[in-house]
């Protein structure tokens, strides 16, 4: 009876969470531009998990799970608001697929030395693995790597290539 209760309440405190996510991910704020140029990250508004399982088709079908890299502020390693819908759907996914395995690889800009963006990247994906696992992921089923800067997806200069670069990019190694 006691495990009963038990799994009752982690239901319904998930449910909560996924909720909270989904209100917290449909409000629009309005935030005032820096005063450099603003740029925004690529992202977009998911809804929360489905109600089934997820299968490993389910990675390349399923728009929000279709969706692997979680993008960053500036010298920042808290996973921004509009990307928890998308760790929620990961996270759901890894409590389906207890045999899944991911790793999150962390990355920075140019700016900063070697060493501090080897750090400022681990911290990402330590970040999003903290989410994840909050959202019901194992830490058996995560790894975290940094690559620093080492691994741009822009090699520009400015803003607008920075932020693409400022990244976790979540690889499943066993589906």
């Known amino acids: 009876m006691r495990r009963s209760i038990h ?31 603003a740029v925004e990250t690529p992202s977009q508004t ?43 759907c990961h996270a759901k996914y890894l409590r389906d697929r207890p045999s899944a395995r991911l790793r999150l690889e962390g990355n920075a800009d140019e700016r900063g030395s070697r060493e501090y963006n080897m ?23 995560l790894t975290v790597v940094s690559y620093g800067e080492e691994r741009p997806v822009c090699t520009e200069t400015g803003e607008g290539c920075w932020s693409r670069n400022r990244r976790v990019e979540l690889i499943y190694t066993d589906k």
């Open 119 to 141: 750090g400022l990247g681990e911290r990402r994906g330590n970040s999003v693995s903290n989410a994840l696992q909050a959202n019901g992921g194992s830490s058996t089923q």
């Open 7 to 37: 799994s009752t309440v982690r239901i319904l405190t998930i449910a909560v969470l996924a909720s909270a996510v989904a209100v917290g991910c449909s409000k629009k704020v309005k935030e005032t531009p820096p005063a450099q140029t």
């Open 46 to 88: 998911y809804q929360t998990p489905v109600a089934g399982a997820y299968t490993p088709a389910d990675l390349d079908t399923d728009p929000c799970l279709r969706t692997r890299v979680v993008y960053f502020d500036l010298d920042r390693d808290l996973v921004k608001p509009e990307f928890q819908a998308i760790v929620a």
